[in-house]
């Protein structure tokens, strides 16, 4: 669930490879169209529901989803469809932030570690055990309630809790190609350092990397929605997906105020899984 | 060897106890250092219920008065000598509270790690000798357990099996069954990346070439699985071991909270809300330590199941 | 060559005549196998002998390794579809239901696999892995079977068996790995031994060894054997009968001396010719003789713009021989010595060595693993530096030299690595590839380099619109000549071969040799060229050094060390060429049949 098992879920050798033919399976044509969905929600919510996700018919309290509240209505007669709506574009720019962070902190250690070795490497190193020593989401939680409960801080902590895989995967990766005859050819063709390391090393290191940033973007959707589950997030009238659910859980005569946003999450990250694996594979 | 062995071990547990301290000091930085001066607002919070003396025993207590740096050493010490303070919601010793919460927390995570070795087996053992249909469909359900948030797992197992089947009360969530659903909510995240890491090194030693000539040999495929298989898939999935204790205690705040347990995620999660900076400080450093030393563990043990692993390598490393 | 002579009951050596025998020990008919769409073996058929040999010789993607699988039945149905009729003495196994077959395994079929290092389970003892060998003799006692075990490996030659016995593969070295493997093989007494590359992966000396134990205990129990090889010269001298393959179909068979001697299809005789240890001399004349078309001016004259070559035109120091003796050295290396430090212990990787090298010449560095021949190239090419002793590239020292220095004597000092697959970067294309040593050094303008870049996948014999592809999209050996081509672009003096063709089919070896002599006659270059294979060496160098644990244990002229070998380990190392000891020549091809003295395949087969 947190950022430390998708290293070792990578690292492990060379999965299912035994399939990467080219062209698209039908399962990643239809990955992509929710995540082109799920994108274009965020962007322009009001495209897909004429209601508002603020303010509620008080007359129409907990409906079953109809044809007209497809998702039924929540406790206020807000329709529970517009509240996902309107949440996605917090929920997915939390997530992307998070990834950011993870990704450029952590590719940076990982570099300068990997390319530098030495004292350098030593030092990093040990910094990236210990943020990897504090179980992932203790991370989380602890630097989210020192920076305040917001959905943009939860997003910082997803992304600082996340830098320690991003790190261990970059430097695999540099020393990998590091050591690899070609690198030490261009040495022998006259390169420095710096023009092994923007011209060889990163092109060949990046895109397991790259791999693993679209994974960590379905986990910290997950992860997101769990402190927003908790109440680390935005506070209501705000509805980041796991406030959504967290606050559905009231309600026990209508488990599809839990049910629908729960849904989305998972058909949201299950997509986002699917094209990293097809990206992995697609060599 | 043993000596070699010995060095390593000593080395190894060096740098765990190094490891440990920075996660301390790491811990302390963000609590106290980001926020400013969380500690006496909550001690100032007039809901707090403590009298002016309560409070400066406590600012004295932890320094509070004093540069960070102080505080930090005065907290360090304590820390080295086991003392992890007093609770400043409850004024309760840390200590205490943490070992009440513990039993309830130990009981869940370790049911939940043997259902996700279960799982995990069963899965990549399925996926790999499971007819080729069953086998795909086996093969894509760790990629579905890992799209799905524990808490929506909780919340349907609570919906399904406690609201329409009856099967346990949430009014008792310490009853076995309770337990048990509790137990699963965890586990089925945790079992996922297990059950893939041990899909993809079985994957990997059946194509090796020792594989073949076993099965020139004339061995079946479950005699190959069990005498050729199994201890070299799972060998990288003993080094995952320390991450899927963190997985647990990480994921237990969410499962208490759902399931209504008193344990450490429920402490954990009360700390954030009251500002209990003492009490998360003290869980957050234990369960670096339990991270570091099951790590350890796991690091010491490699070498006694993997004769490739040369320690005196391994110790410099 | 002698006119066809098929059948080939002639020669005398007719263990392959099927009406003499009615039910032969291994009978292959009609046997196709796909994998998914992709058809990989056409309709192969041979017959074995009880207690016969037979070799499947092909390049890489002939399909021999796929026919053994099916033979052993080791392809998962799921990935390929066998067709066609396999009997093993007399019975059809491809029908046979599984467990049945699972009876013969092992008892009446063993398997011998390529790479002894990875067939045998790292994590489990190989005691207790003979054991799962030693259990198909249907021996219930385990101390019975350990007893059984340790005698069988004192019978393939492993010293100390009990050590043996408890210790895990990565303990033992490859030749021992290889020993254990074909113990545990003829353990249970199979009547046929499918042997797949048994020895592409080990030292020289020790695949002659390997080889050897194999003949010698297949004559002794009476095994039939199946080789699995590459290695048409390995092939003549160790089996009774050849199936020559090419793209999954039978191009040619008949007995070994036949095949070898007189092959009747073209692809046979290519094979034939581009054994390197049949035809000693076969780019002498290309290195040595006069430059002939117009590369060479054009690559002098653009050369002359920006550097100029240390002295004038390098033609005629490739042709005059009488003139190199007073000439000073392009390459000196003078004792140098190098340690590392492993595991505490401190080892000696290069020890004393010496050598030099003459301008427009080839000097070859000969050795097993170990030898530190290795470590000798990157210590000339400044990737390490020496402890003691001295290097002079073009007259200059290159101890001590800064960064910058370093680079400049790089400039004329290249190197084509062992491997083209991992020496190119394969996130880029193949004329960015070539240009990359041109941009670095900072040689011409841009539009020069383009010419250049042209020219060198020209003189390498790549057509221009490769230089747009991948690595990925190209072979083996077309990836080696971009690695040539980018070594030679910007026009070094001295190029250093590490095992240049060691990654590369025969076929595909003879066509980079061919290109390597002619470059080094068109411009002159002098070549340090790194080898295990001492039979390539005779083909390409002037002189020679033979290296043994980092030292120099022989050196001279090629015809000196190669006629007149004075040190016992290189005359080892000549013996254990395979295809020499009196095999035929080409030359030979004309004599009569009984003329032809083979001694090894006597030895082997009788």
């Given at each position: 669930?947190?950022?430390?098992?998708?290293?070792?879920?990578?690292?492990?050798?060379?999965?299912?490879?035994?399939?990467?033919?080219?062209?698209?399976?039908?399962?990643?044509?239809?990955?992509?169209?929710?995540?082109?969905?799920?994108?274009?929600?965020?962007?322009?919510p009001?495209?897909?529901?004429?209601?508002?996700?603020?303010?509620?018919?008080?007359?129409?309290?907990?409906?079953?989803?109809?044809?007209?509240?497809?998702?039924?209505?929540?406790?206020?007669?807000?329709?529970?469809?517009?509240?996902v709506?309107?949440?996605?574009?917090?929920?997915?720019?939390?997530?992307?932030?998070?990834?950011?962070?993870?990704?450029?902190?952590?590719?940076?250690?990982?570099?300068?570690?990997?390319?530098?070795?030495?004292?350098?490497?030593?030092?990093?190193?040990?910094?990236?055990?210990?943020l990897?020593?504090?179980?992932?989401?203790?991370?989380?939680?602890?630097?989210?309630?020192?920076?305040?409960?917001?959905?943009?801080?939860?997003?910082?902590?997803?992304?600082?809790?996340?830098?320690?895989?991003?790190?261990?995967?970059?430097?695999?990766?540099?020393?990998?190609?590091?050591r690899?005859a070609?690198?030490?050819?261009?040495?022998?063709?006259?390169?420095?350092?710096?023009?092994?390391?923007?011209?060889?090393?990163?092109?060949?290191?990046?895109?397991?990397?790259?791999?693993?940033?679209?994974?960590?973007?379905?986990?910290?959707?997950?992860?997101?929605?769990?402190?927003?589950?908790?109440?680390?997030?935005?506070?209501?009238?705000?509805?980041?997906?796991?406030?959504?659910?967290?606050?559905g859980?009231?309600?026990?005569?209508?488990?599809?105020l839990?049910?629908?946003?729960?849904?989305?999450?998972?058909?949201?990250?299950?997509?986002?899984?699917?094209?990293?694996?097809?990206?992995?594979?697609?060599? | 060897?043993?000596?070699?062995?010995?060095?390593?071990?000593?080395?190894?547990?060096?740098?765990?106890?190094?490891?440990?301290?920075?996660?301390?000091?790491?811990?302390?930085?963000?609590?106290?250092?980001?926020?400013?001066?969380?500690i006496?607002?909550?001690?100032?919070?007039?809901?707090?219920?403590?009298?002016?003396?309560?409070?400066?025993?406590i600012?004295?207590?932890?320094?509070?008065?004093?540069?960070?740096?102080?505080?930090?050493?005065?907290?360090?010490?304590?820390?080295?000598?086991?003392?992890?303070g007093?609770?400043l919601?409850?004024?309760?010793p840390?200590?205490?509270?943490?070992?009440?919460?513990?039993?309830?927390?130990?009981?869940?995570?370790?049911?939940?790690l043997a259902?996700?070795?279960?799982?995990?087996?069963g899965?990549?053992?399925?996926?790999?000798?499971?007819?080729p249909?069953?086998?795909?469909?086996?093969?894509?359900i760790?990629?579905?357990?890992?799209?799905?948030?524990?808490?929506?797992?909780?919340?349907?197992?609570?919906?399904?099996f406690a609201?329409?089947?009856?099967?346990?009360?949430?009014?008792?969530?310490?009853?076995?069954?309770?337990?048990?659903?509790?137990?699963?909510?965890?586990a089925?995240?945790?079992?996922?990346?297990?059950?893939?890491?041990?899909?993809?090194?079985?994957?990997?030693?059946?194509?090796?070439?020792?594989?073949?000539?076993?099965r020139?040999?004339g061995?079946?495929g479950?005699?190959?699985?069990?005498?050729?298989?199994?201890?070299?898939?799972?060998?990288?999935?003993?080094?995952?071991?320390?991450?899927?204790?963190?997985e647990?205690?990480?994921?237990?705040?969410?499962?208490?909270?759902?399931?209504?347990?008193?344990?450490?995620?429920?402490?954990?999660?009360?700390?954030?809300?009251?500002?209990?900076?003492?009490?998360?400080?003290?869980?957050?450093?234990?369960?670096?330590?339990?991270?570091?030393?099951?790590?350890?563990?796991?690091?010491?043990?490699?070498?006694l199941?993997?004769?490739?692993?040369n320690v005196?390598?391994?110790?410099?490393? | 060559?002698s006119?066809?002579?098929?059948?080939?009951?002639?020669?005398?050596?007719?263990?392959?005549?099927?009406?003499?025998?009615?039910?032969?020990?291994?009978?292959?008919?009609?046997?196709?196998?796909?994998?998914?769409?992709?058809?990989?073996?056409?309709?192969?058929?041979f017959?074995?002998?009880?207690g016969?040999?037979l070799?499947?010789?092909?390049?890489?993607?002939?399909?021999?390794?796929?026919?053994?699988?099916?033979?052993?039945?080791?392809?998962?149905?799921a990935?390929a579809?066998?067709?066609?009729?396999?009997?093993?003495?007399?019975?059809?196994?491809?029908?046979?239901?599984?467990?049945?077959?699972r009876?013969?395994?092992?008892?009446?079929?063993?398997?011998?696999?390529?790479?002894?290092?990875?067939?045998?389970?790292?994590?489990?003892?190989?005691?207790?892995?003979?054991?799962?060998?030693?259990?198909?003799?249907?021996?219930?006692d385990?101390?019975?079977?350990?007893?059984?075990?340790?005698?069988?490996?004192?019978?393939?030659?492993?010293?100390?068996?009990?050590?043996?016995?408890?210790?895990?593969?990565?303990?033992?070295?490859?030749?021992?790995?290889?020993?254990?493997l074909?113990?545990?093989?003829?353990?249970?007494?199979?009547?046929?031994?499918?042997?797949?590359e048994?020895?592409?992966?080990?030292?020289?000396?020790?695949?002659?060894?390997?080889?050897?134990l194999?003949?010698?205990?297949?004559?002794?129990?009476?095994?039939?054997?199946?080789?699995?090889?590459?290695?048409?010269?390995?092939?003549?001298?160790?089996?009774?009968?050849?199936?020559?393959?090419?793209?999954?179909?039978?191009?040619?068979?008949?007995?070994?001396a036949?095949?070898f001697?007189?092959?009747?299809?073209?692809?046979?005789?290519?094979?034939?010719?581009?054994?390197?240890?049949?035809?000693?001399?076969?780019?002498?004349s290309?290195?040595?003789?006069?430059?002939?078309?117009?590369l060479?001016?054009?690559?002098?004259?653009?050369?002359?713009?920006?550097?100029?070559?240390?002295?004038?035109?390098?033609?005629d120091?490739?042709?005059?021989?009488?003139?190199?003796?007073?000439?000073?050295?392009?390459?000196?290396?003078?004792?140098?010595?190098?340690?590392?430090?492993?595991?505490?212990?401190?080892?000696?990787?290069?020890?004393g060595?010496?050598?030099?090298?003459?301008?427009?010449?080839?000097?070859?560095l000969?050795?097993?693993?170990?030898?530190?021949?290795?470590?000798?190239?990157?210590?000339?090419?400044?990737?390490?530096?020496?402890?003691?002793?001295?290097?002079?590239?073009?007259?200059?020292?290159?101890?001590?030299?800064?960064?910058?220095?370093?680079?400049?004597?790089?400039?004329?000092?290249?190197?084509?690595?062992?491997?083209?697959f991992?020496?190119?970067?394969?996130?880029?294309?193949?004329?960015?590839?070539?240009?990359?040593?041109?941009?670095?050094?900072?040689?011409?303008?841009?539009?020069d380099?383009?010419?250049?870049?042209?020219?060198?996948?020209q003189?390498?014999?790549?057509?221009?619109?490769?230089?747009?592809?991948?690595?990925?999209?190209?072979?083996?050996?077309?990836?080696?000549?971009?690695?040539?081509?980018?070594?030679?672009?910007?026009?070094?003096?001295?190029?250093?071969?590490?095992?240049?063709?060691?990654?590369?089919?025969?076929?595909?070896?003879?066509?980079?040799?061919?290109?390597?002599?002619?470059?080094?006659?068109?411009?002159?270059?002098?070549?340090?060229?790194?080898?295990?294979?001492?039979?390539?060496?005779?083909?390409?160098?002037?002189?020679?050094?033979?290296?043994?644990?980092?030292?120099?244990?022989e050196?001279?002229?090629?015809?000196?060390?190669?006629?007149r070998?004075?040190?016992?380990?290189?005359?080892?190392?000549?013996?254990?060429?395979?295809?020499?000891s009196?095999?035929?020549?080409?030359?030979?091809?004309?004599?009569?049949?009984?003329?032809?003295?083979?001694?090894?395949?006597?030895?082997?087969?009788?």
């Open positions: 669930m947190s950022a430390d098992l998708n290293f070792a879920r990578l690292r492990s050798a060379g999965t299912a490879t035994l399939r990467s033919r080219a062209g698209i399976s039908p399962t990643v044509l239809v990955s992509f169209l929710v995540i082109l969905l799920v994108v274009l929600w965020s962007l322009f009001s495209l897909f529901t004429g209601y508002s996700p603020v303010n509620g018919d008080t007359g129409s309290k907990l409906d079953a989803p109809s044809l007209q509240h497809w998702f039924g209505t929540d406790y206020l007669g807000r329709d529970q469809y517009a509240r709506v309107y949440g996605t574009a917090s929920s997915v720019t939390s997530a992307l932030v998070a990834v950011a962070i993870g990704l450029v902190v952590g590719s940076t250690i990982g570099l300068a570690s990997g390319f530098r070795g030495g004292w350098l490497d030593a030092t990093l190193g040990r910094f990236v055990d210990v990897l020593a504090i179980p992932g989401f203790l991370l989380a939680v602890v630097i989210v309630s020192s920076l305040g409960f917001q959905t943009i801080n939860a997003a910082i902590a997803t992304g600082v809790s996340a830098v320690a895989v991003f790190a261990r995967l970059m430097r695999a990766e540099v020393i990998r190609v590091r690899s070609f690198v030490e050819a261009s040495y022998l063709e006259g390169g420095n350092r710096l023009q092994a390391l923007l011209t060889h090393v990163l092109p060949n290191a990046y895109r397991s990397v790259l791999v693993l940033a679209v994974l960590q973007f379905g986990t910290s959707i997950m992860v997101i929605a769990s402190l927003a589950f908790l109440g680390y997030g935005d506070p209501p009238p705000s509805s980041d997906w796991g406030l959504l659910v967290a606050s859980k009231t309600y026990v005569t209508a488990p599809w839990v049910y629908a946003p729960a849904l989305v999450i998972v058909a949201t990250v299950l997509s986002i899984n699917r094209i990293s694996r097809w990206l992995r594979n697609s060599k | 060897m043993t000596s070699g062995y010995g060095r390593f071990a000593l080395a190894r547990a060096g740098q765990a106890a190094v490891v440990v301290l920075l996660a301390y000091v790491l811990t302390f930085l963000v609590i106290s250092v980001l926020p400013g001066d969380a006496t607002n909550s001690l100032r919070d007039p809901q707090s219920g403590l009298s002016e003396a309560d409070i400066q025993r600012v004295q207590y932890y320094g509070l008065d004093q540069p960070v740096l102080v505080q930090l050493a005065l907290s360090l010490g304590r820390f080295l000598t086991g003392e992890l007093f609770s919601q409850s004024n309760l840390v200590a205490q509270i943490v070992g009440d919460a513990l039993p309830s927390t130990l009981t869940l995570a370790s049911t939940a259902i996700a070795v279960v799982f995990a087996i899965i990549a053992y399925g996926a790999h000798y499971a007819p249909r069953w086998a795909g469909l086996l093969r894509s760790p990629s579905f357990f890992l799209s799905v948030p524990n808490f929506v797992i909780g919340l349907v197992l609570i919906e399904l609201f329409r089947l009856h099967a346990f009360t949430t009014t008792d969530p310490n009853s076995a069954t309770a337990t048990l659903f509790a137990a699963v909510t965890l089925i995240p945790v079992s996922a990346p297990l059950a893939e890491v041990l899909i993809a090194s079985l994957d990997h030693e059946s194509r090796q070439e020792y594989a073949l000539v076993a020139s040999r061995l079946d479950a005699q190959l699985f069990a005498r050729h298989l199994v201890k070299p898939s799972a060998l990288p999935s003993v080094a995952m071991v320390a991450l899927i204790v963190g647990l205690l990480g994921g237990s705040v969410i499962t208490e909270t759902i399931f209504g347990r008193d344990g450490i995620g429920t402490v954990v999660q009360k700390a954030v809300t009251g500002e209990d900076q003492p009490v998360l400080q003290a869980v957050v450093s234990l369960s670096a330590v339990v991270f570091v030393a099951v790590n350890l563990a796991a690091d010491l043990l490699t070498p199941l993997d004769p490739r692993v005196r390598e391994a110790a410099n490393a | 060559m006119a066809p002579n098929p059948g080939g009951p002639t020669t005398g050596k007719d263990t392959t005549v099927p009406e003499t025998k009615p039910s032969p020990l291994l009978g292959v008919e009609g046997l196709h196998v796909a994998y998914g769409d992709r058809k990989v073996v056409h309709d192969v058929g017959t074995l002998a009880r016969g040999s070799a499947l010789i092909g390049e890489s993607g002939s399909g021999k390794s796929t026919i053994a699988k099916a033979v052993l039945r080791l392809l998962q149905p990935e579809s066998v067709g066609g009729s396999v009997r093993l003495a007399g019975t059809e196994v491809l029908s046979l239901p599984e467990r049945q077959f009876a013969l395994r092992g008892r009446q079929l063993g398997f011998i696999p390529q790479d002894p290092g990875s067939a045998l389970n790292p994590v489990r003892s190989i005691g207790t892995q003979a054991h799962e060998a030693a259990a198909l003799t249907g021996e219930r385990a101390a019975v079977r350990r007893r059984i075990i340790l005698e069988v490996f004192e019978q393939v030659g492993l010293p100390d068996p009990v050590r043996v016995y408890d210790s895990y593969p990565h303990q033992l070295s490859g030749g021992m790995l290889q020993r254990v074909i113990a545990l093989t003829v353990l249970p007494r199979p009547s046929l031994i499918v042997a797949d048994p020895t592409s992966a080990l030292d020289v000396t020790v695949q002659k060894l390997i080889l050897d194999l003949g010698d205990l297949r004559k002794e129990l009476d095994i039939g054997l199946l080789l699995i090889t590459h290695d048409l010269a390995i092939a003549a001298e160790r089996a009774d009968t050849l199936v020559v393959l090419k793209d999954g179909a039978v191009q040619e068979q008949g007995p070994a036949q095949v001697a007189a092959p009747r299809t073209d692809y046979a005789r290519n094979l034939q010719a581009d054994v390197p240890a049949l035809n000693p001399d076969r780019y002498r290309q290195r040595t003789g006069a430059p002939q078309d117009t060479q001016r054009t690559w002098q004259d653009s050369a002359s713009q920006d550097v100029a070559t240390q002295d004038g035109t390098t033609a120091s490739t042709t005059a021989d009488a003139t190199t003796a007073d000439r000073p050295a392009q390459i000196a290396v003078t004792d140098v010595t190098k340690s590392f430090r492993t595991r505490g212990k401190e080892v000696r990787a290069v020890d060595v010496s050598f030099a090298v003459e301008r427009g010449r080839t000097h070859a000969v050795g097993e693993s170990g030898s530190g021949k290795t470590t000798a190239v990157r210590l000339l090419l400044g990737l390490e530096q020496p402890d003691s002793g001295t290097i002079t590239v073009g007259g200059h020292s290159t101890a001590g030299l800064t960064r910058a220095g370093l680079r400049d004597v790089r400039r004329h000092l290249q190197l084509v690595y062992q491997n083209p991992t020496s190119l970067d394969p996130t880029w294309r193949v004329g960015r590839i070539i240009r990359e040593p041109l941009d670095r050094f900072g040689v011409g303008s841009t539009a380099r383009d010419h250049r870049v042209r020219e060198a996948l003189s390498v014999g790549l057509p221009d619109d490769a230089s747009d592809r991948r690595p990925a999209q190209l072979s083996g050996g077309q990836r080696q000549r971009v690695a040539i081509a980018r070594a030679l672009v910007v026009r070094p003096d001295v190029v250093v071969l590490d095992e240049p063709t060691s990654a590369l089919d025969v076929s595909v070896q003879a066509g980079i040799l061919e290109l390597l002599a002619r470059l080094q006659r068109d411009l002159g270059l002098t070549y340090v060229f790194v080898s295990h294979d001492l039979a390539l060496v005779r083909q390409m160098a002037d002189t020679v050094s033979v290296l043994r644990r980092g030292q120099v244990v050196h001279g002229t090629v015809d000196q060390v190669f006629d070998p004075q040190h016992p380990y290189t005359r080892a190392l000549l013996d254990a060429i395979p295809g020499t009196g095999l035929a020549s080409p030359a030979m091809a004309d004599a009569p049949a009984e003329h032809r003295h083979i001694p090894k395949l006597a030895e082997a087969a009788v």
